[in-house]
């Protein structure tokens, strides 16, 4: 099943308390609404099919979004054009470089305490099953991930290992980070979202979403 994208039903999202722009969380429980309503929607195997492919298609299309503002497609073009920033503190993570691979340990995520938070660990879960993946496979380097554990998955720590080499020097130090805001990827994921679902799922997440934050949220 796939939706064509209704032009004149872009999702919009504006603020109603103080002006304030999204931040990671909105973006966790915005995928963690889009899983439940699918779901619910759909039942658990076909709902879970969607998610799947709606949570690729985001990553892809973040991946090769990435790849093509990086100079070339390695390691450290791959992890200076990752696209978001969260505040500090929110998530705590080391990052290691070894001859034959590059390794990130993630200890806190800011995902995983949002959906903690709003009891809806169970839909983020999918999130860490997906997304990782997707982008390397739409950045379309010459290397590859392997997701060793995720904390949404159940495990103490987030362990990523990519087969490629990265220059640690050249990432810690670059000022050139591509980044774009929290408003854009939840639009994007929304988007996605849209192409997939029907008007009565979208209302739901829609409805929900401005419950949770008291955010207008307006179609048009």
Not at 68 to 76: E, Y
């Amino acid at each position: 099943m796939y939706l064509p994208v209704n032009s004149s039903s872009l999702f919009f999202f504006q603020t109603s308390v103080h002006n304030k722009t999204m931040e990671i969380r909105h973006h966790a429980l915005l995928y963690a609404l889009i899983c439940k309503h699918t779901i619910e929607h759909y039942g658990k195997e076909a709902g879970e099919d969607l998610i799947r492919k709606i949570t690729e298609e985001y990553g892809r299309q973040r991946g090769k979004r990435m790849a093509s503002h990086s100079l070339k497609k390695d390691m450290n073009e791959f992890f200076l054009n990752g696209e978001w920033k969260g505040k500090e503190g929110e998530n705590i993570s080391s990052l290691s470089f070894y001859d034959d691979r590059t390794e990130s340990v993630v200890s806190k995520c800011a995902w995983y305490d949002s959906w903690k938070e709003y009891g809806m660990e169970g839909y983020g879960s999918y999130y860490c099953r997906y997304i990782d993946k997707a982008i390397c496979e739409g950045y379309g380097g010459d290397f590859d991930l392997e997701l060793r554990s995720a904390i949404g998955l159940g495990d103490e720590e987030c362990v990523f290992s990519w087969s490629g080499k990265g220059d640690p020097e050249t990432v810690e130090k670059s000022q050139r980070k591509y980044i774009l805001p929290f408003d854009f990827h939840c639009r994007e994921l929304y988007e996605c979202a849209e192409r997939y679902l029907p008007e009565e799922v979208l209302e739901k997440i829609r409805n929900d979403f401005r419950e949770f934050f008291n955010r207008e949220v307006t179609v048009g």
